[in-house]
């Protein structure tokens, strides 16, 4: 089934609105993850308030915040599961970082560069632990099966990154189901939550899971188009991190599948690691730009943000829909 197109807005597209609707209840989301970062042991909180503290869109919680306010949900249940989220979220991210050897992360040193690897790990570990800590105070068995299962496919996800990591032969069938693990499975659980909550029939349950689902997808897209073409400023980490890592992403496969034989030749070299200079990073950007890649990156992107606003739209024309609707126009119009 193909989506419909939805125009962006005259306007930028923003986070504003659905920041504006989520606002009071993220500050009761802050506190609790402010206070289960704690522990007796220092480093513990250092490392994972380096992290937290650092800034980044928290748009996983939000989304279970803004989904629960789609269905006029009233209660403080789903305060804490997107603490969960957010904890599963981060957890991910420290050991992300030690897998890539990252030294940037929204725009100042990773975790492990600042408290090496053991460490980092380690602290990641105490993250998820918290997460599953707060799933069960829930006392919900469905939603802890939501959330535990969405953290054994981003697992799987980037296992399945890792093996097709510097293989130029990674199609984009391949490097869609790795996304839809490794990112869109968060998305989608962090949404689908709310109706859990919220005590809605399956129906609901699915519309929400597609939105968020569909919302990872194109949010990962663009992750990967905004490696080619911004800079650290914006982006917040070193630009080229994903070509000299040799990940096979969406501008990377098609600028091999659209290229001659020198440039596929230039390609297999640079994702085994044999051309990572500034200079084969200007190549490559200059290859990925040549056959429009980004571009096209960016418009599979579009047509996954369409796909999650088709999902929603069925419900009450509310401001968390209109919050929402923007939140998935944003995700593939930003450039950080």
Partial sequence: MTATVHNLPRSQPSLSPVLALTADGMNCVNQIILDRMQSKIPLIPALAGHLIAGGGKRMRPMLTLASAALLEYEGARHHKLAAAVEFIHTATLLHD?????SDMRRGKQAANIVFG???TVLVGDFLFSRSFELMVEDGSLKVLKI??????IIAE??????????RVETSEEKYLQIVGAKTAALFAAACRIAAVVAERDPEVEQKLDDYGRNLGIAFQ???DAIDYDSEVDESGKDKGDDFRDGKMTLPVILAYARGDEEERTFWKDAMLGRRSSN???AHATSLIEKHGTVADTRERAKHFANRAIDAISGFPANEAR????????????RRF
Avoid at 97 to 101: E, K, L, R, Y
Avoid at 157 to 166: F, I, K, M, P
Wanted: aromatic letters at 2%; a negative charge; charged letters at 20%.
């Fill in 157 to 166: 996800g980037e296992v399945d990154q890792l093996t097709a990591q510097r």
């Fill in 322 to 333: 209109a919050a929402m609707i923007e939140a998935a126009q944003f995700a593939v119009s």
């Fill in 97 to 101: 970082d030690v897998v890539d050897g």
């Fill in 221 to 223: 897209l663009v992750d």
């Fill in 279 to 281: 200079e084969d990073l």
């Fill in 147 to 152: 959330l535990s299962g969405a953290s054994a």
């Fill in 117 to 119: 690897n053991p460490a």
